[in-house]
């Protein structure tokens, strides 16, 4: 019997493991095998990695992925948008499956917040059967009810793992804190989700966008994507001469939306310097516990701001990325996000050459 | 020639002084003065006495006021709403004149935010002719271009300062982290303000509010006005208690929006624990700086939370209150708060009533 | 083998007939059988007696259902809430199914309006098996992803059928065109929607209601609800006289909101003309297509409105409405609707005295 | 003494005539002279013309102006932005001044709809002095509140002339009826208003927008503009078959967004078919009352829609259009608009010309 081979985080800071795991059988009612194409290095796997999130390991890890699907199981016959599915089609899925059923789900309508999310390549443990629920692996076995979504022949799989996990999480946060045509918008942080969260303001029509952040080579990526102003935190010497520079870039008075895409606690003082009086300042970074702050909440009451978090996305936002890759230009720069890839066994390279800062965007093509 | 008398705040933490001023002429264009009815001891007050903000002395206190009319300057003949004026109307005034002119008035619609805000009874220097800009006068001469209020026969002098600007003030704020109808509500504090939200939570529909507060006789008026739940801060034993409290109270996760009108810190990231996940937390007790908390931002992503700010009130909240006193029974509750009542002689002796939290609301009859 | 008993509308304009379908089998996976305790007529069913919808007869009639837990199927273990569900619990059901796929499900978050939307007592023919689909019944057989409600012990029968399908549309409706504390309404039509929607505004705290329509017992009712100024279309002496008169009560300018709940096409023009600048008109009541009226859209720009549309409702509604129910003291007064009531073998005689708008609210107690 | 020449409209459907008038004095306290340096022709002065609104005449038309000041009457020293304003300056103004005090401008937010409001070009009496009330002259006398813009120098005046009212227009419509970035838009009509709201669409995002109408020369504009499809009404051959080349571009269910800048109330029966349900149904076109249609009413209901109106704009449209302009490529777009050139002498041939739909934009440079 054929085995199918996967890159494993077994112990936290150690190198991922190739292991191989049995053939699945036929996908039950719902379910499919797909074949992986194509896996992004998302910087929440540096992160697993480090064991700084509760999850459980063995992990397959992988949460952006495109494949091919092989087996479909009974009664999945289309797509989340309805479209015919079919074995051999490109398809990519939302990372996530909720329970459609509790408190957040059906009376809150936060389903980002379902009591009973689970991820692929992040809440699964490799060790018990199926194993294979995570991207950095040569096949995957989509459970039922994953919302998958079939590729347009048009679309590149380099521009749906360029913007990876970071474009949807960007949607869904900007969702929440609008950034409406006009406006000057300082995105904090030009990793992966301070390039998505420009690229989705810029396309719901900011005039005036500034990304502070580095190291050079990011900069000038965002410059690419269409940053009106870049400061590099490195060069700017000091919080007070970064705060001048994007005062001078918004009219003096701080800009409609400030979007934290850092991580660092100490990113929201700062961004909140950023924010005009009665603006919006979206923490959109603060995906891990990376400990607290000194934080004056006078602040808040007395320059009438709006502090929005935002956790996760919903398949929709799946779906508005993808429609938005395929309808612009984006799809270009985010493909051209890509600059390194790796075989499977070199999936430790990989991860490393992320967590190393040296990469735009790092995928694995098993 | 007469003279008018006021209480000034000469010196921080020092009684109030009883001095006299001249009787200013007949009154300019679009300016009025009003013979003082009733002045309000506001908490803000007490703030000030304290040299707690930055302000001019000596100042004549006061901002919460309902005077009579004595004389019109010329061209004004209309209140704020255009109902006509004339010497001998009851009327209440916003206490704030913005230049409606400036970044904040015109392009980002935030007046309250005015960079040329001036308050009654908080940025005038009573040195300064005409003197008398604040309520602890027997007479007040307002400004062209203050928003004006004649008070409708049935609305009682009581309601509208026993209301003051605490009932503006959250008017505002509730404005700005919405409160729907059905939603379960927690109030932080039960002092004016807090008993203000709770008004207006309730006429919005809550249909559970809980307030947290104390001491016991303002508890009790928050369950007057129609607090389901209240929780003793002092008699309950430490955040855990309160929040397991709270939780009961809310279906087990929290509450929709969760109000602070605390104005200590720490009542903040209490509050965050009371909120349930894609919840509101309206900071509106923060008037004051009073220093910062250890705060942790992952909190605000993780639970997807709207923390919003909202700083003092325009004309038309003045509008809404006065509209909400006068067409339902808060009229009476909020008449009934006054509990204490001096003559202009005893100002200082109003303001340390407040200041020791005797009482209900303390006014200023003169 | 035992029998069923339901009214069945068999030819439309002709009496409901008495017919007796097999006792069913064991439900099937998530479905449940209930024993039906009270079944609300609603102003539909008399437009689908009329014939005046498209739907498949023979149909056992009735959408608006308090029912008895007989039997649960495999997997049902749980009410929409998450509550746990037995036999013998008392519940109720939205009365749509909906499919949670299509275009207007997934990706326009328009359930109301899904592709493949059924609702029982409306969608079914009683023809085929189970039969059972309809509220005019003994039991009724509700599917797989039926949102079933466990009531609570407090909250009586009578409330929640004598609310009905009026009140769920009307919490719909209001989402859609909110109504702010403090505005002043209009509700065009006394009949079970214009009450009901007259209890939603007054809980969202509208200070001001007015509601036009008639006969005199139903004005006397919306008075028992709250209406501060009652219209009888027939006693005003026209348009004219009507629209004077709201506008006496509205300030001059006409309402905030106006909610059309009348079904005729004439009341949206009407609607209109009560209606201040700048105010939202929700068109509420046309659910059935009643024709065209003579229409001038420069009223819609001039006045710069805002006319909104709405649909049936999603479970949550019916969630919100148990809650407003259940929490408040309207339960006593949508209770007190209920004026008339029926046995099963009498359903015809239920309908007509609906029809006739005798009644308050009509029920079937099988 | 010199005078000043002016185009007047003494009769409506007869020539414009050329009127001399007295050069006038020195401003009054806030007031100013300006040059005319190029007045647009707008649509709305063919309805003027043709006598189709209710005005005084004579009338120098033209409320759509850049002028250079010429002499600054006392205090006026500073432009709505706050930027300082000086004799030379290129400058444009909101061509309406509101009140500031009536229902609508305070009580309920809707400056649009101002009980007092007056507008350059259209409500003022040239018999009357100052006479000089309209942009069809050599220059003109600005009232005191007058929102005056100091024009960038690097934004050409054609930009400004070339957008005209039709973009100030279509910011605020589109406030109203907000596009959202990725949605689908179709724009009924391709003449100024359609082309304005074609570029807002665009520049909020929109991935798909569709624009209805004709000559051939005015869709290739909005191609030229970004029109993703464009439809011939002329050439497609029915409603019919329209409506299926709309559904065919958005995916089957109609655009997200559609509206309506055509003015002939049929085109508003047409957009309600190109309308998703639940989607935004913007009545931009109306502006004359051109007469009412047959409508039913449930559309409205059963698509569940919201139907939106928008009156004029507001100053702080005017600075978003600049903004727009200066910040973006629209200005060239904008600019190459206009396509006709007239002398102040041949006004009437200049109204003659937009009146036959033979220009892109006419322009008097007098």
Redesign the interface.
């Known amino acids: 019997m054929s085995a199918v081979r996967a890159a494993v985080l077994a112990q936290f800071e150690q190198p991922l493991e190739i292991r191989s795991y049995p053939e699945p059988g036929a996908p039950g009612p719902g379910e499919a095998l797909a074949r992986v194409e194509m896996a992004g290095i998302c910087g929440t796997d540096v992160h697993l990695w480090l064991g700084q999130l509760a999850i459980p390991i063995p992990v397959v890890l992988g949460h952006e992925t495109v494949g091919r699907m092989e087996t479909l199981g009974p009664g999945l016959e ?1 797509d ?3 479209r015919p599915l079919q074995p051999g089609d490109r398809v990519t899925w939302a990372s996530s499956i909720i329970c459609g ?4 789900c ?5 389903p ?2 379902c009591l009973n999310r689970k991820a692929y390549g992040i809440s699964y443990n490799a060790d018990e059967p199926p194993h294979l629920r995570g991207g950095y692996a040569e096949k995957i076995l989509l459970r039922a009810g994953t919302a998958i979504f079939r590729i347009p022949d048009e679309l590149p799989t380099e521009a749906v793992v360029g913007a990876g996990c970071a474009l949807t999480t960007a949607i869904h946060g900007i969702e ?1 804190a609008p950034v ?3 406006d000057t918008v300082v995105i904090q942080g030009s990793g992966p989700v301070g390039l998505a969260a420009l690229a ?1 303001a810029l ?3 900011a ?2 966008a500034i990304v502070t952040g580095g190291p050079a080579h990011r900069l000038e990526r965002a410059r690419e994507f269409g940053a009106h102003v870049t400061i590099d935190v490195a060069a700017a010497a000091g919080l007070a001469e970064r705060r001048r520079q994007v005062l001078d870039a918004t ?3 701080g800009a ?1 939306v400030v979007i934290e895409c850092v991580g660092h ?1 100490d990113a ?1 003082n700062e961004g909140l310097e950023y924010c ?3 603006g919006r300042f979206l ?29 996760g996305f919903e ?2 936002h799946v ?2 990325a993808l ?2 890759l395929n ?2 230009g984006w799809k270009h720069r985010f493909a051209r996000q890509i600059t390194h890839r790796f075989a499977l066994d070199r999936a430790d390279e990989a991860l490393q050459t992320t967590r190393q800062w040296i990469s735009g965007k790092t995928v694995i093509v098993p």
Chains 1, 2, 3, 4 share one sequence.
């Open positions: 289309k989340w948008r309805g059923e509790c408190y957040y059906r009376q809150k309508a936060q980002t917040r929440r409406n045509w006009g989705v396309q719901a029509g005039t005036r009219g003096g008075y409609d606690p929201v005009r009086d009665g923490v959109l970074g603060q995906y891990a516990d990376a400990g607290s702050i000194s934080f004056n909440p006078h602040t808040v009451t007395r320059k009438q701001l709006q502090m929005i978090g935002s956790w398949p929709r779906d508005r429609g938005l309808e612009t």
